[in-house]
């Protein structure tokens, strides 16, 4: 997730200028770079330990629905 920040001042007329925009696009990509490079290793180890509790949960719901389907059946 990327958390996006004004850069800019806007001046007292709210009017921006095109150098106003093209920093702003700049900072952005900056910043999208260093985050991006920063992160990798963390994603991968929280993906991974997500998908094992997704795993775990699954398996509860499976136990559950099979014990509610036998109990239906008597």
């Known amino acids: 997730n990327l958390d996006l ?3 800019d001042d806007e001046s007292d ?3 921006e200028s095109d150098n106003d925009n ?3 696009s700049y900072s952005f990509q900056s910043h999208k770079k260093q985050t991006n490079f920063c992160a990798s290793e963390n994603v991968v ?3 991974d330990q997500n998908s094992d509790e997704l795993s ?3 398996r509860e719901i499976c136990r559950c629905l099979s014990t509610f389907i036998d109990e239906q059946k008597t």
């Open 22 to 24: 093209k920093n702003r």
């Open 56 to 58: 775990k949960q699954m």
């Open 13 to 15: 007329s709210g009017e």
């Open 45 to 47: 180890a929280k993906n």
């Open 5 to 7: 920040y004004p850069l």
